[in-house]
């Protein structure tokens, strides 16, 4: 029998179209410059955030096996649409292991550049198409020196503002692309596992818990909050039904119950200043950690053991802490700032319902703590800039920007538009403040535009000597208060 030589089939059209794009995918990958860190130029964290998409939705997978002291193997997927033509996608992360990275359910090449994960696709992305990442990767407790995981006796709890929650996930690590959240945490069965939102499943997997929590309302990354420890979770009713549910050391839940069963009229306080708390559900995770402070994660506020546990804090002090980190929830959560030097709204006006909180019910008089802040403000101006514009912080020492022109000094510019505009009006404000911006971001202009709205007048110019200027300017209806700066030595 003759050989007969078998002839290679002709490609299809379409299997060379196929070969060619591959081809010219990776001949202009091989021309990308190397991967840079980018940022979305913050004044106050320049390199925080990325360009070119919107975080629609994380959905975050941590496996805790029991240890605090060892990186938890995770997964991070990211729901986001893109604003812009994208040949890389830049998320933060820091601070952990990456095994690998999809992009639509296509393997993609990753590289670490400062602290961004930088990730370059298989095709480019176009404006306005759909894009879910997802990312194996590690998170590692020991990494968190400034921020992140902190290690608490019996687990963990997060800490990550103002720039650590990409410490924990891949994330756009800023508040102005706040996005929905979903949890699911696998741990030992003898492990209490909570985190922001509420909870939607716990499946059994041997002899581990699968906890799943998600969030009703877009949440900043900064606000993310993951408890994972031996604790009780305690639960009562708020104002209007409110789930209110408090994560606690087993061992401290009869010590702590005097204080937690205040929250729902904490609650109910806060309510009748300036409307319906906006979240599904709220509580109070104490934690066996020492911080240094205390910290607004959404509808779950982070406290340290000690605030409730030393003798020395008398109880109007304790309470007005709880109203603080309560206050955040209308303002700084659910009204969250578009730029970190908009930080002000937030700390001000947290601080603002705590002072009024105090002299309520604590007879600590508002009118002596913003003289004392007056006396105090052009100190605190030349040493951290004006309260809308504060100078950025020392190198590693990022929370540094929360200094006391942004607390004291910024509930006193929240004093003075009350003396200028009258209590009715100023309340009026905070109302539609927190109404009109509900589950968005929102600036200091914005703020300034309400507030000249509501008063009938411009007031800009008054915004601008108050947030901007160098020094304090004078107190309307006390021109007998007096502020100085501090002498040089």
């Known amino acids: 029998m003759p050989l007969t030589l078998r002839r290679p089939r002709p490609r299809s059209r379409r299997l060379r179209a196929v070969l060619l794009a591959a081809a010219a995918a990776s001949v202009v990958a091989a021309t990308l410059p190397a991967p840079v860190p980018l940022g979305i130029g913050d004044p106050l964290f320049p390199q925080l955030g990325n360009p070119g998409y919107d975080v629609l939705a994380y959905d975050i997978g941590f496996t805790y096996l029991g240890s605090n002291s060892k990186p938890m193997e995770a997964v991070t997927t990211i729901d986001a649409v893109a604003t812009d033509g994208l040949e890389r996608i830049n998320l933060d992360f820091a601070r952990g292991t990456v095994h690998g990275v999809d992009v639509n359910g296509e393997p993609a090449r990753f590289a670490s550049a400062g602290e961004d994960l930088v990730i370059t696709p298989r095709d480019a992305v176009r ?11 590690t998170s590692d407790p020991n990494a968190a020196l400034d921020g992140g995981w902190v290690r608490t006796t019996d687990g963990l709890v997060m800490a990550n503002q103002a720039d650590a929650a990409h410490r924990v996930f891949p994330c756009n690590d800023h508040p102005s692309d706040k ?3 979903t949890f699911h945490v696998t741990a030992p069965a003898d492990v209490t596992v909570v985190a922001n939102g509420t909870p939607v499943a716990r499946e059994r997997r041997g002899g581990r818990i699968v906890s799943t929590y998600r969030s009703a309302h877009p949440m900043a990354t900064e606000l993310a909050q993951v408890s994972i420890g031996r604790s009780a979770v305690l639960h009562r009713e708020g104002p209007h039904g409110l789930p209110v549910r408090d994560v606690v050391p087993a061992a401290d839940k009869d010590l702590l119950e ?4 205040k929250t729902p009229d904490h609650i109910a306080w806060m309510e009748q200043q300036v409307g319906r708390y906006p979240f599904e559900t709220y509580g109070v995770l104490v934690a066996g950690a020492d911080t240094g402070f205390e910290l607004e994660t959404q509808t779950l506020s982070l406290f ?3 605030l409730f546990a030393r003798p020395e804090f008398p109880a109007w002090y304790v309470d007005s802490v709880m109203v603080h980190e309560l206050a955040h929830h209308w303002f700084g959560d659910s009204v969250s700032p578009r730029s970190w030097s ?3 709204l937030n700390e001000g006006h947290a601080t603002w319902y705590e002072a009024r909180y105090a002299e309520e019910f604590g007879k600590r008089s508002l009118e002596q703590r913003m003289r004392g802040a007056y006396a ?3 100190g605190w101006r030349a040493a951290g800039g004006p309260p809308a514009a504060p100078r950025a912080a020392a190198p590693g020492q990022k929370i540094g920007i929360f200094r006391p022109v942004v607390y004291d000094g910024s509930a006193l510019v929240l004093y003075a538009l009350r003396e200028e505009i009258g209590p009715r009006a100023f309340d009026r404000l905070e109302r539609r403040w927190v109404r009109d911006h509900r589950d968005a971001t929102a600036t200091t202009a914005d703020f300034s535009a309400l507030a000249s709205e509501i008063a009938g007048r411009d007031l800009s110019g008054f915004f601008k000597a108050w947030l901007y200027g160098e020094k304090t300017p004078p107190m309307p209806g006390h021109p007998d208060w007096h502020s100085q700066a501090p002498r040089r030595a």
């Open 376 to 378: 105090l403000s052009d």
């Open 258 to 261: 005097p204080w937690l069963r």
């Open 304 to 306: 340290e053991r000690s």
């Open 342 to 344: 908009d930080l002000w």
């Open 179 to 181: 996005a929905y959240f």
């Open 127 to 137: 404006t306005g198409e759909r894009l879910r990442i997802t990312v194996r990767h």
